[in-house]
């Protein structure tokens, strides 16, 4: 059934068909209700009028009026001008045009008042304004004022008069007509607990305010309403796959015991002890298991992954553990290898350069269960890989994988979905989590292994590079490794690669005796994997390399980290970087060098970077960095396509929508309850625009 707010936008009076195929393609905007969710980001003041006094160059644009004393043009060509006076009782502003001179001077008449709006800026020690907007003071201005919105528009809509100012009049011809017809979204007990404005009135408001609280409340009910859907929706996900999506039941084994007894090199950290219990509920409860397991740099989460793949080993199935790279699923084989050998358990690995022969007799000892733990790269999501009975994916790094492969690994398991537990040590605000992954239960490994010492960080000048090397000499002496790490961006790939180069030869000068390790992307994987072995056997004592070593390379002897250029890294980067070093008894040290200048939000990151270990702390000043001032700061990251909301300062409402959302949930699983009837109905709008939700699910 279509609506009102299906409408074609072509039908709105003043639209018709050739703006309304630049508002498709510029906006993607095509019906009316596209339009009024077209909110504006952000308004200017017109509530009040600024005395001349009042002005300085800091303001943003405000409006004054007063009288138009005189009108002049000054200069010639380039530098001609238009410069008016307009005075009020505290003092007089100039008023300065530079282009559409003539139209202007015959526009203004001298001796008339009028309302001037724009940005006060210092020219000369004096403050002006250029190219003001400029009108007759009406007894329209004598009003209360308004806040006029401002919409994005783009060149090519401003050619053709769609600017933001047509985009408004639109908006308001719209509401004449829909506002009536604006059915409430959400229920009457939320918006009475919460006191939220209703949901025409919050349209209305967006678009029109009448004054800054207004404003206020119909931004915080529409943010509301948006979160509240999108968590509604995760939740019910799920749901759905608690109630539906059996898995098989795994516990505690002889296994487990064996190796907590015989072969665990160290005492498990309390916080990977609750971990792994939380783990074990989900695998013990017959449904399928989705959960992610986030833990800091070093926190211990591969030992927390193996005994979990023993638990579903030691119950006769069998069990994956997928890694982004080649490096990292070498490694963690490496790492398993001894443990699972002594207990007499079948393992492997498989990547892309696994032969064709070693991957024949594979293919077969897993389709014959033989083949008990699979280490791999995503190569082991190939259809050709079938398992007898696989009952546990591990998938570590998540945020190398999509959503899709997730769902490819449900499908390697004709009889129950095997348990999914997705690992990640990127920091990501509790916002972001419950946003991108709140489908997933959440463990959080808190508590680093003990005796270990944070690393310690500081910000060097290229300048002080001897006073570097000098300490890295003692380091080296002392029987440490070392990194340095290059930033590498696409675009300058060739800039890149070169100040590597020039890098490792510098290095080389200044280390002559020492054997030193190159990796970079451009390097055929066998040559990199020889490098990275290398190091890691200790036959190289340094290390230069761009990011290909970021993600999950343990070598405990290394205890220093230079990061040069640090300040073209982000925060999420440098973090994992620094997590390289401090993973052995050793004090570790995080040395980050930049050129003198850099620029404002390169400090802040440096700055945070010095101050803390902490990844969440981390996380959420990145994610405040990144999520710029106005409403469409995070929509343009692209973490998720918000119109309103902005995770990155809504935390609060976001967690007050979760709930209230997990409660209503709670109370009403298929919310069939008449209260209910707003949600449903929303829910069935949603689901015919498919709004946001085609890419969270
Ligand atoms: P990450 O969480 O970054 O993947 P790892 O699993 O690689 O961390 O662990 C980092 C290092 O800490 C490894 O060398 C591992 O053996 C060691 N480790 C893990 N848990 C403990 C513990 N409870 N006590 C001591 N060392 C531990
Ligand atoms: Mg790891």
Redesign the pocket.
């Known amino acids: 059934m279509k609506g009102f707010f299906d409408t074609r936008i072509e039908f709105l009076k003043g639209v018709g068909p050739q703006k309304s195929a630049l508002l498709n393609k510029e906006l993607q905007i095509f019906t009316y209700g596209d339009l009024l969710q077209y909110y504006p980001f952000r308004y200017e003041d017109r509530t009040r009028f600024f005395s001349v006094r009042e002005l300085h160059h800091q303001l943003p644009n405000i409006q004054v009026k007063g009288v138009l004393k005189s009108m002049e043009t000054i200069g010639t060509r380039s530098k001609k001008r238009l410069v008016a006076q307009l005075q009020d009782e505290t003092g007089t502003v100039d008023l300065v045009w530079f282009k559409g001179i003539n139209w202007i001077s015959k526009k203004l008449k001298k001796g008339v008042t009028y309302v001037a709006f724009g940005k006060p800026t210092l020219y000369g020690g004096r403050i002006n304004m250029a190219h003001p907007e400029i009108d007759v003071l009406t007894p329209n201005h004598q009003g209360p004022g308004y806040l006029q919105p401002v919409y994005h528009t783009t060149e090519l809509l401003k050619r053709r008069f769609l600017d933001s100012r047509a985009i408004g009049k639109l908006q308001k011809q719209l509401l004449v007509n829909a506002y009536p017809k604006i059915a409430e979204s959400l229920p009457e007990t939320l918006l009475n607990e919460l006191s939220l404005l209703s949901r025409a009135e919050s349209l209305r408001q967006i678009h029109f305010p009448e004054d800054h609280k207004k404003l206020s409340q119909a931004q915080l009910r529409l943010k509301f309403e948006e979160l509240f859907y999108i968590q509604l929706r995760l939740l019910k996900l799920k749901h759905t796959r608690i109630e539906k999506y059996q898995g098989k039941v795994f516990g505690e084994t002889a296994l487990i015991r064996e190796f907590y007894h015989s072969y665990l090199?160290?005492?498990?950290?309390g916080a990977?002890k609750r971990v792994i219990r939380e783990i074990y509920r989900d695998m013990k409860s017959g449904k399928q298991m989705n959960r992610l397991l986030q833990?800091d740099?070093?926190?211990?989460?591969?030992?927390v992954a193996f005994i979990c793949l023993l638990a579903v080993v030691g119950a006769g199935s069998q069990a994956a553990l997928m890694a982004p790279t080649e490096i990292l699923a070498e490694q963690h084989f490496r790492g398993l290898h001894p443990f699972a050998t002594s207990m007499g358990i079948e393992i492997d690995i498989l990547t892309g350069s696994t032969k064709k022969s070693a991957r024949d007799s594979l293919h077969q000892r897993l389709q014959n269960g033989q083949l008990k733990i699979l280490v791999g790269t995503h190569a082991l999501l190939e259809d050709k890989v079938q398992f007898q009975s696989l009952g546990l994916a591990v998938i570590d790094e998540q945020h190398r994988f999509g959503v899709a492969q997730r769902a490819k690994l449900w499908s390697k398991n004709k009889d129950f979905y095997p348990h999914v537990l997705v690992m990640t040590?990127t920091p990501i605000p509790r916002t972001l989590a419950m946003t991108l992954y709140g489908d997933l239960e959440i463990s959080i490994?808190d508590e680093l292994?003990?005796g270990r010492k944070p690393v310690e960080t500081v910000h060097r000048y290229d300048e002080n590079r001897l006073k570097v090397f000098g300490f890295i000499k003692k380091q080296i002496t002392a029987g440490r490794q070392i990194y340095f790490v290059y930033p590498l961006i696409e675009e300058s790939a060739k800039m890149d690669l070169k100040h590597l180069e020039d890098g490792y030869e510098s290095i080389s000068r200044a280390f002559p005796d020492v054997p030193i390790s190159i990796v970079h992307g451009k390097m055929k994987s066998r040559d990199k994997d020889y490098e990275m072995q290398r190091f890691v056997k200790g036959e190289t004592r340094i290390m230069v390399a761009t990011t290909v070593i970021e993600v999950?390379v343990?070598v405990?002897n290394a205890t220093v980290m230079v990061i040069e250029n640090a300040e073209r890294f982000g925060l999420a980067q440098l973090h994992q970087l620094r997590?390289r070093v401090g993973?052995g008894a050793d004090q570790s040290f995080c040395i980050l060098i930049t050129d003198v200048k850099i620029s404002k939000e390169g400090r802040t990151r440096l700055q945070t970077m010095v101050r803390t270990n902490n990844g969440f702390e981390i996380a959420d000043v990145d994610l405040k960095l990144r999520g710029p001032g106005d409403l469409m700061g995070t929509q343009q990251s692209g973490v998720l396509d918000l119109l309103i909301a902005d995770l990155g300062k809504d935390g609060k409402l976001l967690q007050v929508a979760r709930e209230k959302a997990a409660s209503i949930l709670d109370q009403d699983p298929d919310l069939k309850l008449p209260i209910h009837e707003n949600i449903r109905k929303q829910v069935a709008r949603q689901k015919k625009s498919s709004l946001n939700w085609s890419r969270i699910s």
């Open positions: 090199p160290f005492e498990l950290t990977q833990g740099v070093g926190s211990g989460k591969t030992i040590a490994i292994p003990p999950g343990n405990p997590g993973r």
